[in-house]
């Protein structure tokens, strides 16, 4: 499952520069630009050791943006600045086990997706990264609801590259006041639900901590191995 898991994280990172600013392939490189000011939304999967970094450099400065490149753990790497390891795991249908359900509905409110994501992450809104794809084909974003307030959110891109049709799961996040009632495990369990209803043969994401990777292992996922992440400054 290795391989199919990183493969797809690839192959979903193409769907998210495909929506935005572009993607590319080089020698040993698959490159995504969103066009925002940070590495983290400017990818670059290496492939290969002989990867052409020097060509990756010049198509991301062509637009502007700063860049990360993830790289497979075995593979040495003696390029940019190494900024931690990036925790991979993958769920196939068979092994799923959905989580007790909650009120959780297609999000339709903006306003309210990047406000519970930037309160549940403790980070800057990220309206430039999550306008762009709701409503989007290839994804659906998720709203979950506590007493008919919306208090929980994530997303799921829909992929069919080179691993075979899959389901990203990323942006799950719950208020702080709305924990530790199942709804990040409902969340989730939703929008793989709906993907494998969809054809997808494969779920896969990142976990954050042990924490976020219990919560997953419960649903049905299994860790492999990940990616070094890397920065080109």
């Known amino acids: 499952m290795r391989d ?7 192959d979903a990172w193409q769907v998210h520069g495909a929506l935005r600013a572009g993607v590319a392939e080089l020698r040993g490189l698959r490159l995504m630009a969103s066009g925002l000011d940070h590495p983290q939304w400017n990818d670059a999967d290496v492939t290969a050791a002989d990867a052409d970094v020097a060509g990756a450099a010049a198509w991301y400065a062509e637009r502007g943006v700063p860049w990360g490149m993830r790289v497979p753990l075995e593979l ?6 190494h900024l931690f390891v990036k925790r991979l795991m993958g769920l196939e249908p068979d092994a799923f086990v959905p989580a007790a359900p909650a009120d959780v509905r297609p999000a339709d409110d903006l306003d309210a997706v990047v406000a519970i994501d930037a309160a549940a992450f ?10 762009p794809q709701l409503g989007a084909p290839r994804y659906e974003t998720a709203l979950a609801y506590l007493d008919g307030e919306p208090v929980g959110t994530g997303y799921s891109v829909r ?5 075979g049709p899959s389901l990203y799961i990323a942006g799950v996040a719950v208020l702080p006041t ?5 709804l990040g495990a409902a969340l989730t369990s939703w929008l793989i639900a709906r993907g494998f209803a969809r054809g997808a043969t494969l779920a896969h994401l990142h976990p954050d901590d042990d924490t976020a990777a219990r919560l997953y292992a419960r649903l049905g996922f299994v860790e492999v191995p990940g990616f070094n992440v890397f920065v080109n400054q």
């Open 4 to 10: 199919r898991v990183r493969t797809a994280h690839g």
């Open 76 to 81: 040495p790497w003696a390029h940019g600045r």
């Open 122 to 131: 403790g980070s800057e809104p990220a309206d430039g990264w999550l306008a």
């Open 159 to 163: 992929s069919d590259g080179r691993a």
């Open 178 to 182: 709305a924990r530790r009632r199942g």
